[in-house]
């Protein structure tokens, strides 16, 4: 549905996106994910056409449309402000753009009382938006876009605005809305939870390069790169040495001298390499399990945060890990700061990661 091939955007001399080649699908919900800078706004900037780009090409529907206005693009964009009209109706908000395009006066009233339903609106399209909350505006801004029926939805942090409960409400009925409908959906966020809840795939930036992209499956147990594996939730990320291969696994040694085995089935070119460890992957124990990847360590400190317990573990030589405990009544859950506790990992819960 969307394709960018070796897009480049300048803004004099710095560079806000270098190079971006990727496709979206149709029907997808597609996130842009990373922090404050990193080109995710620039990338929706030019598929709405907002914005041109200093090289490269924008394609919509196998057409190209780089250099085409906004309003000859079938895309509609949810601002993060919402951008509603404060002098209209919530319904004349709503009908604004079908009455710019011209449609039948019948069509209007029957699309918009279509998306109103959708959006649970019913009670609210005689007021303005000044008398509505921030979740009820948002689903205006929603609801005007979708009316259009484009063939891509664009949203900039439209959650931003809204308090947490709120905001985890609205996650839930923006992908619903989006399963409803069938429409791309391409979102931008600094969120990793939104991110990771909402979206079929996501692309992560970076200083203006897209670092990954994959489903969140692959963002989060296969980071591509350090950014990603360190950007993406917690994670340990530990330089290592390859000592030696046997067959699928790799024996590695880890800053320390804490040694483990490594599942791949492509061994890396280089000797030296970088772990990914996620800390939720890491199992404790007060006696030893045995078996691959078993190793004494010391909690060294202990962060309560309700259903799960953040630890730390200090290791052979020093090596400290982040490590975490569900709080589930089990007797392996009882662990606290102080104690003497075994470790595991799986070796195929250990990803390498690009330098």
Same mark, same amino acid.
Request: with cysteine; proline share 5%; aromatic share 8%.
């Given at each position: 549905?969307?394709?960018?091939?070796?897009?480049?955007?300048?803004?004099?001399?710095?560079?806000?996106?270098?190079?971006?080649?990727?496709?979206?699908?149709?029907?997808?919900?597609?996130?842009?994910?990373?922090?404050?800078?990193?080109?995710?706004?620039?990338?929706?900037?030019?598929?709405?056409?907002?914005?041109?780009?200093?090289?490269?090409?924008?394609?919509?529907?196998? +057409?190209?449309?780089?250099?085409?206005?906004?309003?000859?693009?079938?895309?509609?964009?949810?601002?993060?402000?919402?951008?509603?009209?404060?002098?209209?109706?919530?319904?004349?908000?709503?009908?604004?753009?079908?009455?710019?395009?011209?449609?039948?006066?019948?069509?209007?009233?029957?699309?918009?009382?279509?998306?109103?339903?959708?959006?649970?609106?019913?009670?609210?399209?005689?007021?303005?938006?000044?008398?509505?909350?921030?979740?009820?505006?948002?689903?205006?801004?929603?609801?005007?876009?979708?009316?259009?029926?484009?063939?891509?939805?664009?949203?900039?942090?439209?959650?931003?605005?809204?308090?947490? +409960?709120?905001?985890?409400?609205?996650?839930?009925?923006? +992908?619903?809305?989006?399963?409803?409908?069938?429409?791309?959906?391409?979102?931008?966020?600094?969120?990793?939870?939104?991110?990771?809840?909402?979206?079929?795939?996501?692309?992560?930036?970076?200083?203006?390069?897209?670092?990954?992209?994959?489903?969140?499956?692959?963002?989060?147990? +296969?980071?591509?790169?350090?950014?990603?594996?360190?950007?993406?939730?917690?994670?340990?990320?530990?330089?290592?040495?390859?000592?030696?291969?046997?067959?699928?696994?790799?024996?590695?040694?880890?800053?320390?001298?804490?040694?483990?085995?490594?599942?791949?089935?492509?061994?890396?070119?280089?000797?030296?390499?970088?772990?990914?460890?996620?800390?939720?992957?890491?199992?404790?124990?007060?006696?030893?399990?045995?078996?691959?990847?078993?190793?004494?360590?010391?909690?060294?400190?202990?962060?309560?945060?309700?259903?799960?317990?953040?630890?730390?573990?200090?290791?052979?030589?020093?090596?400290?890990?982040?490590?975490?405990?569900?709080?589930?009544?089990?007797?392996?859950?009882?662990?606290?700061?102080?104690?003497?506790?075994?470790?595991?990992?799986?070796?195929?819960?250990?990803?390498?990661?690009?330098?």
């Amino acid at each position: 549905m969307v394709e960018l091939r070796n897009v480049t955007k300048r803004f004099g001399a710095y560079e806000a996106l270098k190079e971006a080649s990727f496709e979206i699908r149709a029907g997808e919900f597609m996130t842009f994910l990373g922090p404050s800078g990193c080109g995710k706004t620039t990338c929706l900037r030019l598929i709405s056409g907002f914005d041109t780009p200093t090289s490269g090409q924008i394609f919509l529907d196998g +057409k190209d449309l780089t250099f085409e206005p906004p309003y000859r693009r079938d895309v509609n964009q949810v601002f993060q402000n919402y951008a509603l009209f404060p002098h209209l109706t919530i319904y004349e908000n709503i009908a604004f753009g079908l009455r710019m395009k011209k449609v039948p006066a019948a069509q209007i009233r029957e699309r918009v009382d279509r998306v109103v339903k959708m959006t649970s609106l019913e009670a609210f399209i005689d007021r303005k938006p000044a008398q509505l909350s921030g979740g009820q505006r948002q689903r205006v801004a929603l609801a005007r876009a979708i009316v259009c029926e484009p063939k891509v939805l664009l949203l900039d942090e439209p959650l931003s605005a809204l308090d947490a +409960k709120l905001r985890t409400q609205m996650r839930v009925e923006l +992908k619903q809305l989006q399963k409803k409908l069938g429409i791309t959906f391409v979102f931008v966020t600094h969120d990793q939870e939104e991110a990771l809840t909402m979206s079929d795939r996501v692309a992560v930036l970076n200083a203006g390069r897209v670092e990954q992209i994959g489903t969140v499956n692959e963002i989060y147990y +296969k980071p591509a790169t350090r950014f990603v594996a360190s950007f993406i939730g917690e994670s340990n990320i530990v330089e290592a040495e390859i000592l030696r291969a046997e067959g699928e696994f790799l024996h590695c040694r880890l800053e320390g001298g804490l040694e483990l085995d490594v599942r791949t089935p492509k061994p890396p070119a280089h000797s030296q390499i970088l772990l990914s460890l996620r800390p939720e992957k890491i199992r404790l124990t007060r006696e030893n399990p045995g078996g691959r990847n078993s190793f004494p360590g010391t909690i060294e400190m202990e962060i309560f945060k309700g259903a799960v317990d953040d630890l730390t573990i200090s290791v052979q030589g020093g090596l400290q890990l982040g490590a975490v405990l569900t709080n589930d009544g089990q007797a392996e859950s009882d662990l606290h700061e102080g104690e003497r506790v075994f470790a595991r990992i799986q070796p195929e819960d250990i990803h390498i990661v690009a330098a």
